[in-house]
């Protein structure tokens, strides 16, 4: 087995494996994401959580590192802050809880809706907007690590979470769901990001043909 590495690069808006519906995977798998070999699901699963610490983020889905599979990690902090990127604590030294959720299914347990909170995602770094409507409660079904059927129920700031990584499983940004004019205003920040997507799928090709050779 391939030794893990200590992180993955995440994939920017404009990779196609970000707008790509992601298939049902199971634990026992074993996954490759490109530019690595072969590993155990659960080895994929503590380096998206070291990714995303590293990142300074509350979640991580699979698609984010190129892997098109229904999971995704997050993680509950002490003081729910909205965004701890760029930030200088030690994250890890917060956490009360850590997640990964292998094919979950998400119900909407209170209808009401929430905009206050500012989203961000890992894959758009630097743009934050408000205004983004998320269920006040959900409830999350999921398969744990060791194949046992989960369920938890999440209010407010965690179930904003749950929804952001969830829609990434189905392709969807946070700015998907805000109007069209929102996107504009980011349309050269966008438009960077998507030649540095482009950028690295080119190195990662290239990479591959050496490896075959």
């Known amino acids: ?55 300074r983020g509350v979640g991580l889905a699979a698609p984010q590192v190129g892997l098109p599979v229904r999971m995704f990690v997050a993680v509950e902090y002490e003081d729910d802050e909205e965004e701890n990127e760029g930030g200088d604590a ?50 999350v079904r999921y398969t744990d690590l060791d194949g046992q059927e989960r369920s938890l129920d999440a209010e407010d700031y965690l179930a904003r979470v749950f929804q952001h990584e969830t829609d990434h499983l189905d392709g969807i940004f946070f700015l998907d769901r805000l109007p069209p004019e929102i996107t504009e205003d980011h349309r050269k920040a966008l438009a960077s990001m998507q030649r540095q997507a482009k950028a690295y799928l080119s190195t990662l090709a290239e990479t591959g043909r050496e490896k075959a050779k």
């Open 1 to 55: 087995m391939a030794e893990a590495p200590r992180v993955y690069p995440i994939r920017l808006y404009g990779d196609p494996v970000l707008r790509r519906k992601a298939r049902p995977v199971s634990p026992t798998d074993l996954l490759t994401v490109p530019g690595h070999g072969p590993q155990t699901v659960r080895e994929v699963a503590n380096t998206m959580l070291e990714t995303m610490f590293e990142a």
């Open 90 to 139: 030690p994250l890890r030294s917060r956490v009360l809880r850590e997640f990964v959720m292998i094919n979950p299914v998400l119900t909407v347990t209170d209808k009401k809706k929430d905009r206050s909170y500012q989203e961000g995602c890992l894959s758009i770094p630097g743009i934050y907007e408000e205004g983004v409507a998320r269920a006040r409660g959900v409830q």
